[in-house]
């Protein structure tokens, strides 16, 4: 049975929205799109308008993914501390933000028309991987246009959505998600998780065993589960 991906997305969407409205008002500086801004994407995304290849962003969206997962490769192989590593994280991903956010407004959201397929991957990347939860719940109704046309990768896909489950407290559907305490990695807790290799499997993922190796082999940290406790906390720690 093919898992229900508006289901996953919609589950979260009232305790999002009530985070984000009561904290607007001290969190409004934070936000880099407007209203408007959403919904030109979206009608733009809507209209299926013709776009000709742009090589130069494509080159520029694929340099920042590739500047992002250097950065985590150099802080790994430099055996950072959990701090300095999350810190380093952290700066890449506010960074991701910063630079994703004007090529949003000027071009609305990079499709595969305007970018390329791995153009339009990456531009995915970088919003999976941004340092705002404002940015990424302010960006679902474009994230729903773009699925529907089939133009986001399901594994990146299913990373999002565990995203925005953990920023609303809720556990995880995928288990994608871990981040660094002590010296150890810690996955957030993991909802139904007798079912999540079939949900996995639906995204196109690995065995979640197979991908818990792959994690500590890349991270060079031993890996633990994490009590329920920490899902609330997880918009506090840099995510993996």
Same mark, same amino acid.
């Given at each position: 049975?093919?898992?229900?991906?508006?289901?996953?997305?919609?589950? #979260?969407?009232?305790?999002l929205a009530l985070v984000f409205v009561c904290s607007q008002s001290l969190r409004g500086q934070d936000r880099c799109l407007t209203n408007d801004d959403v919904k030109r994407m979206v009608a733009q995304?809507?209209?299926?308008?013709?776009?000709?290849?742009?090589?130069?962003?494509?080159?520029?969206?694929?340099?920042?993914?590739?500047?992002?997962?250097?950065?985590?490769?150099?802080?790994?192989?430099?055996?950072?501390?959990?701090?300095?590593?999350?810190?380093?994280?952290?700066?890449?991903?506010?960074?991701?933000?910063?630079?994703?956010?004007?090529?949003?407004?000027?071009?609305?959201?990079?499709?595969?028309?305007?970018?390329?397929?791995?153009?339009?991957?990456?531009?995915?990347?970088?919003?999976?991987?941004?340092?705002?939860?404002?940015?990424?719940?302010?960006?679902?109704? #474009?994230?729903?246009?773009?699925?529907?046309?089939?133009?986001?990768?399901?594994?990146?896909?299913?990373?999002?959505?565990?995203?925005?489950?953990?920023?609303?407290?809720?556990?995880?559907?995928?288990?994608?998600?871990?981040?660094?305490?002590?010296?150890?990695?810690?996955?957030?807790?993991?909802?139904?998780?007798?079912?999540?290799?079939?949900?996995?499997?639906?995204?196109?993922?690995?065995?979640?065993?197979?991908?818990?190796?792959?994690?500590?082999?890349?991270?060079?940290?031993?890996?633990?589960?994490?009590?329920?406790?920490?899902?609330?906390?997880?918009?506090?720690?840099?995510?993996?």
């Open positions: 049975m093919r898992f229900d991906l508006r289901q996953a997305i919609f589950s #979260v969407v009232p305790i995304l809507d209209a299926h308008q013709a776009a000709s290849l742009n090589q130069k962003l494509r080159e520029e969206l694929l340099r920042l993914k590739e500047n992002d997962e250097k950065r985590l490769r150099e802080a790994v192989a430099d055996n950072k501390k959990d701090d300095a590593l999350l810190k380093r994280m952290g700066d890449s991903r506010e960074e991701n933000t910063g630079l994703l956010c004007p090529i949003l407004k000027t071009f609305g959201w990079p499709t595969t028309a305007l970018v390329g397929q791995d153009g339009a991957a990456a531009a995915f990347y970088l919003l999976k991987n941004s340092s705002s939860p404002q940015l990424q719940i302010d960006l679902l109704p #474009v994230v729903i246009a773009v699925e529907k046309q089939g133009e986001i990768p399901r594994p990146a896909l299913a990373g999002y959505i565990d995203r925005l489950r953990l920023n609303a407290g809720l556990k995880q559907l995928f288990g994608t998600q871990a981040t660094i305490i002590n010296g150890f990695l810690v996955l957030y807790p993991i909802e139904g998780e007798s079912q999540i290799d079939l949900r996995r499997k639906s995204y196109e993922l690995a065995p979640l065993a197979e991908y818990l190796r792959v994690l500590e082999r890349n991270y060079r940290l031993p890996l633990i589960r994490a009590t329920v406790a920490l899902t609330n906390s997880f918009s506090e720690n840099m995510k993996s």
